[in-house]
C-alpha cells in the first residue's frame, strides 16, 4: 500500500493543533456541528470547511467495497484532522465501530496509511486483515476509510431485530396455518352435515314403504292364522320403528346445527307432558318386571314456557336411557316441583351408573360410554346430546349424577315458574247474555 505511518488509537476527548500554512488552527470538538448527511460526507464538508475550499462538484463519494469508502477533496487531507473529524463523527452517530483510515500522497502516487481505530483494546487482533486501502486513479486529493468489522457489526445490530422478525414470521405462519385447518375443518362438517341430511331424508322414504307394506302383511287373514308369519311381521314393525326413531334423531340434530331449531314457546301445564310421557313409559318398565314411581298428580299447576314437541322429546330420551341402561328390573322414579321461582324435575334410575370421569362428556355428540366388547345397548350417542342442544335453545340446565352400580340421576332445571293463561271468558258472557235477553 505504500508509506506506512499508522498507529494504533482508541477512541477519545481531545484537541489537536493543526498546522495549516503559516498559521496555527486549535480545532476543538465541537467546532464543526454534523450536518444531516451520511457520515464520510460530513466528515469531507467539515475538511472543507476548514481549509476554506469548496467541495468536488460531483463524485465525492466512491463505494470501492461493501465496507471501504473513497472520499474526493480538492486540497491535501491531514491525516491527525481526519482522524479526529472521524471520530466525532462516528460519536455524533453513536456508531461504536472500529475502523481504518489512509490518504492520498499525490508526490509519491501512494496511500499513506494513517491508523486503525478501535472501540475497544482488542479491537485490532479481532481482525487478522488490516491496512489493506487501494488507492484510485480517478481523484487528485482523496482519503479513503474502511470499517473492518462492518459486516459483524450490521448483524450484531440486526440481532434483536431479526430476533422479532423470525417470531413474527412464525406467528403469522402459526395464525395461517390456524386459520386454514379452522376453514378447512369447518368446510368438512358443512359436508358432513350435508351429507347426513341427505341420507337421512332418502331413508325416509323406504322406511314409509316398509311400514305400510309390513303394516297390510300383518292385517292379512293368513298371516293373522300364522303365528311365525305374525311374528316376524311384529318384528319388521319394531325394528322399522326403531330405525325410523334414530333417522327422526338425525334429522332433528341436523336442524339444531344448522340453527333451524324453530321453538314454538307456549305455556303449558308441566303435567299435559309429563302424564302422557310416562303413561307410555310405564308399560315398557312394567313388562320387565319393574317399576314406575311418580305422584299420579306429578306436574299439576307446574306452568312453563316450552315447546311441547321438543320437551316430550328429551323426556322420552331419558326416560328410554333410564330403562335401558337399568338392571333386569328396572326401577325408576320420576319427581317434580318448584323451588325459589324455578320448575325442577328429576328422573333417577337403579342402573348400571356411571364413572365420575366420564360425566363431562356423556352429553357430547357421538359420545357413549365404553363398556368394552359389549354392546348390549344400541344407539347413536345422540339422544343426551339433543337433550342439551334443546336445553340450551331453551336456556334451561341439565345435570348428571352417578356412581357405578348405584344408578343415574338426571335433574332439568326448567326456567322460572310462569302464571297460567287466562281464561277466555267472552264466549260465555256472551252466551249468558243471550240467554238473558230471551
Same mark, same amino acid.
Given at each position: ?7 494504533v ?20 470538538? &465541537? #467546532?464543526?456541528?454534523? %450536518?444531516?448527511?451520511? /457520515? ?8 472543507? @470547511? $476548514?481549509? *476554506?475550499?469548496?467541495?468536488? &462538484? #460531483?463524485?465525492?463519494? %466512491?463505494?470501492?467495497? /461493501? ?8 486540497? @491535501? $487531507?491531514d *491525516? ?21 483510515y ?13 491508523g ?5 483494546p482488542?479491537g485490532e ?5 488490516l ?15 474502511k ?6 457489526f ?78 316376524y ?98 326401577v325408576?322414579q320420576?319427581?317434580?316441583g ?71 340421576t ?11 293463561p ?17
Open positions: 500500500m505504500g508509506r506506512h505511518h499508522g498507529h488509537c482508541h477512541y477519545r476527548h481531545s484537541c489537536y493543533s493543526v498546522l495549516l500554512g503559516n498559521d496555527y488552527l486549535e480545532y476543538e470538538r &465541537g #467546532r464543526v456541528q454534523p %450536518k444531516s448527511k451520511c /457520515s464520510p460526507l460530513k466528515v469531507a464538508e467539515s475538511l472543507a @470547511e $476548514i481549509n *476554506e475550499v469548496p467541495l468536488p &462538484g #460531483r463524485d465525492i463519494i %466512491k463505494q470501492r467495497t /461493501s465496507n471501504y469508502w473513497i472520499v474526493n477533496m480538492e486540497v @491535501e $487531507i *491525516e491527525y484532522v481526519l482522524e479526529h473529524l472521524l471520530h466525532k463523527e462516528l460519536e455524533a452517530l453513536a456508531l461504536n465501530i472500529d475502523f481504518e489512509a490518504v492520498f500522497d499525490c508526490h509519491s502516487d501512494e496511500m499513506v496509511y494513517g486503525y481505530c478501535s472501540f475497544t482488542d487482533r479481532a481482525h487478522a486483515e491496512g489493506n486501502l487501494p488507492k484510485d486513479k480517478e481523484f487528485t486529493y482523496y482519503f479513503g476509510v470499517f473492518p468489522g462492518f459486516q459483524s450490521l448483524l450484531d445490530k440486526m440481532q434483536l431485530v431479526v430476533f422479532l422478525s423470525v417470531i413474527l414470521l412464525v406467528t403469522v405462519l402459526f395464525f395461517a396455518y390456524a386459520l386454514w385447518v379452522i376453514l378447512r375443518q369447518r368446510q368438512l362438517s358443512e359436508m358432513q352435515k350435508d351429507f347426513i341430511n341427505n341420507m337421512t331424508h332418502e331413508f325416509k322414504t323406504p322406511l314409509s314403504t316398509i311400514r305400510i307394506a309390513a303394516g297390510v302383511f300383518l292385517k292379512d287373514p293368513d298371516t293373522k292364522n300364522n303365528k311365525r308369519l305374525q311374528r311381521a311384529n318384528i319388521i314393525l319394531e325394528q322399522n320403528e326403531r330405525l325410523n326413531n334414530q333417522v327422526e334423531k338425525v334429522l332433528q340434530i341436523a336442524r339444531i346445527e344448522k340453527g333451524n331449531l324453530d321453538l314454538k314457546r307456549e305455556i303449558t301445564n308441566l303435567a299435559d307432558v309429563l302424564t302422557p310421557v310416562l303413561e307410555g313409559t310405564r308399560m315398557r318398565i312394567e313388562e320387565q318386571g319393574g317399576q314406575l314411581l311418580a305422584d299420579t298428580l306429578i306436574g299439576e299447576n307446574i306452568y312453563l314456557s316450552a315447546d311441547r314437541l321438543h320437551l316430550t322429546n328429551i323426556l322420552y330420551n331419558l326416560l328410554d336411557n333410564a330403562i335401558k341402561y337399568s338392571k333386569q328390573q328396572p325408576i320420576v319427581a317434580a318448584t323451588d325459589a321461582q324455578h320448575i325442577w324435575l328429576k328422573i333417577e334410575d337403579n342402573g348400571i351408573g356411571i364413572e365420575p370421569a366420564l360425566l363431562k362428556r356423556v352429553f357430547d355428540k357421538f359420545y357413549r360410554v365404553p363398556t368394552g366388547n359389549v354392546h348390549n345397548v344400541k344407539g347413536f350417542g345422540l339422544g343426551l346430546y339433543y337433550v342439551k342442544r334443546v336445553c340450551q335453545a331453551h336456556r334451561w340446565q341439565v345435570r348428571m349424577e352417578s356412581l357405578p352400580g348405584q344408578g343415574t338426571v335433574w332439568l332445571t326448567l326456567g322460572k315458574l310462569v302464571p297460567p287466562e281464561q277466555d271468558t267472552t264466549p260465555e258472557l256472551t252466551l249468558i247474555t243471550e240467554l238473558t235477553k230471551n
